[in-house]
């Protein structure tokens, strides 16, 4: 061992207090650091299972093949002559009703020419007048065959010639469409598995959990019936029991699925007064009917696989029909599907709804990888693979694929932003070591005076400086890997962390420990060597006034000149506004984190400003020199102050950074968790959303307001609501539209509506026959404040009625409408139109935001519905954890609560390396006064007055500072939020590291008092 390695090592064993506070920035650093790391690690693998969570089907493979189009043709090439080539087609219809409009086209490649008055039909010539008559005219349209009926054949050819240059293989594109499909079909498409047959294929494929066919057909209005009709549209269904034991939404009450009946709904039960065992008859498209006795009942109010809608301009909106009919898959294609060909076969066009019929798959969720980037190339895999099964026939909907796209957006998203947030914690690391070694290095300005005495030159003293850093580091770092991990591990949890990849926390550990060895060694080092470069005398002639780097150059001044700019440009050009992201409706959050850097240029120079101010009070208590000193404890804490205004300055910086960053992440968490939780409340409509169940055996009307404000709920207000439930007409156009019936005055105590929406609200009365409407509905009717507008309510029912009402007003949107409300309407306008009409939900406030409160109103409810019918109950709770983006779904509390965390420590570490670097500094000075007889009580208020003097000012500075970096987090990230989120700045933000800091600075006053007042006049004789 060298001696060099010796001296240091005993350096550092010796001193054991002065090399565990060295030490402390490098543990924190590092811990912090690397405990960031690992947060992502651990929220970007639970994206992937909150991400997938809310998918009612995750893969839909929908068979585009429609009633009726159940032709193959086939195309084969004679090419016996080379310079003559024959084409022929082969038309064969096996369906069982006829297939109208067919058309069969046939384009050769580029180079084949036609022979005119070489085209036949079932061995007929056929004119050609414009060429080909399979690829006519300009246009190149195809030969109609008009109707085709089932059990035909037909067979169509002709003839190419070839040119003399021609070569390769020849090409030919011949496809046919009918009525009732009219996307062309290429010709030797193998035949259509059935979808029994897909199912099972499908269901094979690995990573495939489960695949079941389902089928879906419109009946149309008044088509159910037993002892009476019912008005309305009904839907009917064709699944099996595997389809409905793999969606637990699809709740069968009573009874069971069987291969001849059918299973109802509870409000077909209801309302045409029959059970199991009764006989239903459904009219079907064609004019027939079908009896099917009832062998089962079933709520299927919450099953949104069945009922989101299919279609793009509307894709997964939940549209739910109340009249619905279960039948077995064999049933529906022996049957059901039949009737609707042959309607389609029938009429003069295409059926308006015909039936869907799809596979709907489930992928094997434990199988996809934790990171949704990841995720999304897996999920891809399983549907290309889906689609290489009998591809022909259908298309995919791939929405799991869709919705990790999202995620895996939203997770680069949080990568980003929570590196950001970890980032003032990792640059306080940094500072809190520099700070340490200064004061490491001032300790050690006679040592090295000493070293050089006794030989050691510059170089020698950089090596053993590099080898004290290389060491303190090291081990700081190891212990700070450690303390990240533990930390991260305490607040995520096992679960949480352990879904995350080896590969990705070993990559975390290394990137952390490096990245924070390298931060605080640099610190460590850079403020070692600047000690050694120094002169010790010209140290001395320094110390009085040390003027820091940051304070020549004006750091400051030009940070804060830059900051005002940067907060103009944001605010003119809107820089902060954002797209909110939501999983279910598959956006990724737009969060502009460019703006980052303004809560941490406030942060930074805000600090330094504050630095500048505490700087000149300082200076400006210093006593003039006078022979008279006065009382001995106020007149040494003066001139000790104000000799020393930089010392104590630095360590009011520190401390202001410490508590700026606790304030800002308390006031950040505080207005996200309010924000998040009034976005809940918005999108639920109140705290609490009670909507009838239909297997109630009650019917809740206007009047059961009163029993559902339970102890607990201050009021319940009834609202009558439906996707298109009317039709809107102005004096230029008409549309369906989504109508809101509710009582205004409840209403409005229970919503989150603000004070102008509550005004509107208020307009409508029971005696004025008004309505508002929606600024996106108006601008499409063209219709404006005053105008009279026609609404139609309960269309194609026998209460079909029109209700003339002027619009009173317009508005933005509405709280309780995630779908939206076009046009809102007084409750008793609906109701005195359509007295049969109960109300669809009901929304109730509680008493106050305690989730406790909420719990045990919920819990009343609940009590009501067992003794007085079912209610589906959701709250505030429950809909955040269903309806946002994923990025605002992740707990950024956790991460605020690891960067406060450390940033506690941190300040008891600021606090505890100032008394200590007094202790080094001025521990002659110390002995000396005792020896003149001042007491150890004085000599610990001295202490004490320096450390609090720095405390006390940092942490105003702090809070200050931290109130604004607050304010500006909480606007860079407005786009993770529905509503604009209120800033908060609660006392409990505040309190934990004010009180830590005052604590600490007590504690580590009377310890380094302790230690004063137990020296040996000895110990002005040592090195240091």
């Known amino acids: 061992m060298s001696p060099n390695t010796r001296y240091v090592l005993a350096d550092l064993a010796r001193n054991p207090r002065r090399t565990l506070s060295t030490m402390a920035g490098v543990i924190l650093g590092v811990g912090l650091f690397c405990g960031v790391l690992f947060f992502v690690d651990g929220l970007s693998a639970s994206m992937t299972q909150r991400a997938v969570a809310p998918l009612a089907i995750d893969m839909q493979r929908i068979v585009t093949q429609r009633p009726g189009a159940t032709l193959t043709l086939t195309e084969t090439i004679d090419e016996a002559d080379a310079q003559n080539l024959t084409v022929t087609l082969e038309l064969r219809h096996d369906g069982q009703t006829p297939a109208n409009e067919v058309t069969i086209r046939s384009i050769p490649a580029a180079g084949f020419d036609y022979i005119a008055g070489s085209a036949t039909l079932d061995g007929q010539p056929l004119d050609d007048p414009d060429g080909s008559p399979f690829a006519a005219g300009a246009t190149q349209s195809g030969l109609n065959l008009g109707r085709v009926e089932p059990g035909t054949v037909h067979q169509v050819s002709y003839r190419l010639s070839t040119g003399p240059t021609t070569t390769g293989t020849p090409g030919v594109s011949s496809t046919y469409s009918s009525r009732e499909s009219v996307s062309p079909i290429p010709a030797n498409q193998p035949p259509s598995a059935s979808l029994d047959e897909l199912a099972t294929q499908l269901a094979a494929l690995p990573g495939i959990d489960h695949a079941s066919a389902l089928s879906i057909a419109d009946l149309g209005g008044a088509t159910l019936h037993a002892n009476d009709r019912l008005p309305g549209r009904a839907k009917i269904f064709g699944f099996d029991t595997a389809y409905a034991e793999a969606d637990p939404t699809i709740n069968i009450m009573d009874g069971e699925l069987s291969t001849d009946g059918a299973v109802i709904s509870a409000e077909v039960a209801r309302e045409l007064r029959i059970g199991i065992g009764d006989v239903l008859t459904v009219d079907l498209p064609d004019a027939t009917s079908i009896e099917l006795p009832v062998t089962g009942i079933a709520d299927l109010s919450q099953a949104r696989a069945l009922f989101s809608s299919r279609r793009g301009g509307d894709l997964e909106t939940f549209i739910y029909v109340p009249h619905s009919v279960v039948v077995s898959p064999e049933l529906f294609a022996d049957v059901v599907f039949p009737a609707y060909e042959r309607a389609a076969s029938a009429g003069t066009g295409r059926l308006k709804n015909p039936p869907l019929r799809e596979i709907d798959i489930g992928v094997d969720q434990e199988l996809l990888d934790a990171d949704p980037a990841s995720a999304v190339a897996q999920t891809e895999a399983i549907a290309g693979s889906v689609m290489e099964v009998a591809a022909h026939q259908d298309y995919l909907l791939d929405n799991i694929t869709n919705t990790l796209h999202v995620a895996a957006d939203d997770a680069r998203v949080a990568k980003r932003l929570f590196v950001f947030l970890g980032v003032p914690g990792a640059l306080l690391a940094a500072m809190l070591a520099a700070y340490a070694g200064n004061v490491l290095a001032e300790a050690q300005r006679r040592e090295h005076a000493i070293l050089r005495i006794r030989g050691a030159n510059r170089r020698r003293l950089l090596r053993m400086l590099a080898l004290r850093t290389a060491i303190l580091t090291a081990a700081g770092a190891i212990v700070g890997l450690i303390a990240g991990y533990g930390a991260t591990l305490a607040i995520l949890g096992h679960n949480s962390l352990s879904r995350a990849s080896t590969s990705s926390l070993a990559t975390s550990a290394v990137t952390g420990t490096l990245g924070g060895y390298l931060a605080t060694g640099a610190a460590l080092y850079l403020t070692g060597r600047r000690s050694i470069d120094r002169e010790i005398n010209?140290?001395?002639?320094?110390?009085?006034?040390?003027?820091?780097?940051?304070?020549?150059?004006?750091?400051?001044?030009?940070?804060?000149?830059?900051?005002?700019?940067?907060?103009?440009?944001?605010?003119r050009t809107d820089a902060f506004a954002g797209n909110p992201g939501s999983v279910y409706f598959g956006r990724s959050v737009e969060l502009n984190?460019?703006?980052?850097?303004?809560?941490?240029?406030?942060?930074?120079?805000?600090?330094?400003?504050?630095?500048?101010?505490?700087?000149?009070?300082?200076?400006?208590?210093?006593?003039?020199?006078?022979?008279?000193?006065?009382?001995?404890?106020?007149?040494?804490?003066?001139?000790?102050?104000?000799?020393?205004?930089?010392?104590?300055?630095?360590?009011?910086?520190?401390?202001?950074?410490?508590?700026?960053?606790?304030?800002?992440?308390?006031?950040?968490?505080?207005?996200?968790?309010?924000?998040?939780?009034?976005?809940?409340?918005?999108?639920?409509?109140?705290?609490i959303r009670i909507t009838p169940s239909p297997t109630s055996d009650r019917s809740y009307t206007i009047d059961d307001t009163s029993t559902l404000a339970t102890p607990g709920i201050t009021q319940a207000s009834p609202v009558i609501y439906?996707?298109?439930?009317?039709?809107?007409?102005?004096?230029?156009?008409?549309?369906?539209?989504?109508?809101?019936?509710?009582?205004?005055?409840?209403?409005?105590?229970?919503?989150?509506?603000?004070t102008a929406?509550?005004?509107?609200?208020?307009?409508?009365?029971?005696?004025?026959?008004?309505?508002?409407?929606?600024?996106?509905?108006?601008?499409?009717?063209?219709?404006?404040?005053?105008?009279?507008?026609?609404?139609?309510?309960?269309?194609a029912t026998p209460d079909q009625t029109e209700l003339n009402l002027t619009i009173a007003g317009l508005y933005e949107r509405l709280p309780g409408f995630p779908d939206g409300a076009d046009a809102v309407i007084h409750i008793d306008h609906h109701t005195g139109a359509i007295p049969d009409k109960n109300p669809d939900f009901f929304l109730a406030a509680t008493i106050n935001n305690q989730p406790d409160t909420l719990n045990n109103a919920v819990a009343r409810l609940q009590d009501t519905a067992t003794t007085g019918g079912g209610l589906q109950i959701d709250t505030r709770t429950s809909t955040l954890d269903r309806d946002q983006s994923s990025l605002a779904a992740l707990n950024i509390a956790g991460l605020v609560d690891l960067d406060s965390a450390f940033s506690l420590?941190?300040?008891?570490?600021?606090?505890?390396?100032?008394?200590?670097?007094?202790?080094?500094?001025?521990?002659?000075?110390?002995?000396?006064?005792?020896?003149?007889?001042?007491?150890?009580?004085?000599?610990?208020?001295?202490?004490?007055?320096?450390?609090?003097?720095?405390?006390?000012?940092?942490?105003?500075?702090?809070?200050?500072?931290?109130?604004?970096?607050?304010?500006?987090?909480?606007?860079?990230?407005?786009?993770?939020?529905v509503l604009d989120p209120a800033y908060r700045l609660p006392l409990t933000a505040v309190a934990p590291p004010v009180l830590l800091v005052l604590v600490a600075t007590l504690a580590a006053s009377v310890a380094g008092s302790r230690v004063i007042n137990t020296l040996e006049p000895t110990e002005l004789l040592r090195d240091e």
């Open 593 to 687: 984190l460019t703006l980052l850097v303004l809560p941490l240029a406030v942060w930074i120079t805000g600090s330094l400003i504050a630095a500048r101010l505490i700087r000149g009070t300082l200076g400006r208590t210093a006593p003039a020199s006078t022979p008279q000193i006065g009382t001995p404890a106020p007149a040494l804490a003066r001139r000790s102050i104000g000799r020393r205004p930089w010392a104590i300055t630095n360590a009011a910086i520190v401390a202001a950074l410490i508590v700026g960053l606790a304030t800002s992440l308390g006031a950040f968490t505080a207005s996200y968790d309010q924000a998040k939780t009034n976005d809940a409340r918005y999108a639920n409509g109140a705290d």
């Open 757 to 795: 929406t509550a005004e509107q609200i208020g307009a409508l009365t029971p005696t004025a026959d008004t309505i508002l409407l929606s600024v996106d509905m108006a601008d499409f009717l063209k219709a404006q404040p005053g105008d009279t507008l026609h609404v139609l309510l309960a269309r």
């Open 905 to 977: 420590a941190m300040a008891t570490a600021a606090i505890a390396i100032f008394v200590f670097g007094l202790l080094l500094q001025r521990r002659r000075e110390y002995i000396v006064l005792r020896a003149q007889g001042l007491a150890p009580r004085t000599i610990r208020g001295l202490i004490t007055a320096e450390a609090a003097v720095a405390a006390l000012t940092g942490t105003a500075a702090g809070i200050i500072v931290g109130a604004a970096m607050g304010y500006y987090f909480v606007a860079v990230l407005r786009p993770l939020f």
């Open 722 to 754: 439906g996707l298109s439930n009317v039709i809107l007409r102005s004096d230029r156009t008409s549309d369906p539209a989504n109508l809101a019936a509710l009582d205004p005055e409840t209403f409005a105590s229970v919503a989150p509506v603000d």
């Open 538 to 571: 010209d140290d001395r002639r320094r110390l009085a006034d040390d003027t820091p780097l940051w304070r020549r150059a004006r750091l400051d001044l030009a940070g804060l000149a830059i900051l005002a700019a940067g907060t103009i440009w944001a605010i």
